[in-house]
């Protein structure tokens, strides 16, 4: 390799490898019918209790203490409202789609193969690109791109399926620095079980 094309080369690779640990996992294309797809499809029992909502209030606290004195107490409530556990969340592969859904919070369906839809915010009219599928680790997620805003679930099972964390983390123009944290379930048997 010439002394010109080292210096280029050595950057891709640097970009490359700043772009894995920024995007995480890549997104793999998957079937509705793919097993491991499959294996998501149910409804879980939030099951995180309170330690995990007071985690959820120490990761809000770190990400505001960095905002100005003046929008703090603002900036904490609208990032816990949207963002405590739900009492339940179903996940519904059907027809090539992938829906989730939470009572309370409107549902979203988007294709398994993890293309981008455009949906709206039915309350507060947000339009965001929603995507769902499974990465090359074979973890549900689902992404929503707004204009100034990301957000990633990632729906990571336990080894026996009964159990599903779902990881978020957020980031947006207004925050300093991304909102992490996580929420567990645990799979509620059917009725007919």
Known sequence: MSALRRPLAVSVLRFAAVLAVC??????????SDPALQAFAGTYGYVGGDAEIKALDRA????VDQMNFFIRGI?????RAPN???KEVSVFIEKGQIRIHRPGQPEVSAPADGKPITWRHPTDGDVFQVS?????????????????SVSRNRFVLSEDEERLTIHTAITA??????????MTYEQIPPPDS
């Open 23 to 32: 995007c995480g996992p890549s997104i793999a294309v998957a079937e509705a």
């Open 60 to 63: 809000i606290d770190e990400v």
């Open 75 to 79: 900036a904490r409530r609208r990032l």
């Open 84 to 86: 405590l556990p739900s």
């Open 132 to 148: 769902h599928g499974i990465d090359d680790e074979g973890v549900l997620y689902q992404r929503f791109e707004g204009e100034r």
């Open 173 to 182: 123009d207004r925050l300093p620095s991304p909102l992490r944290f996580k």
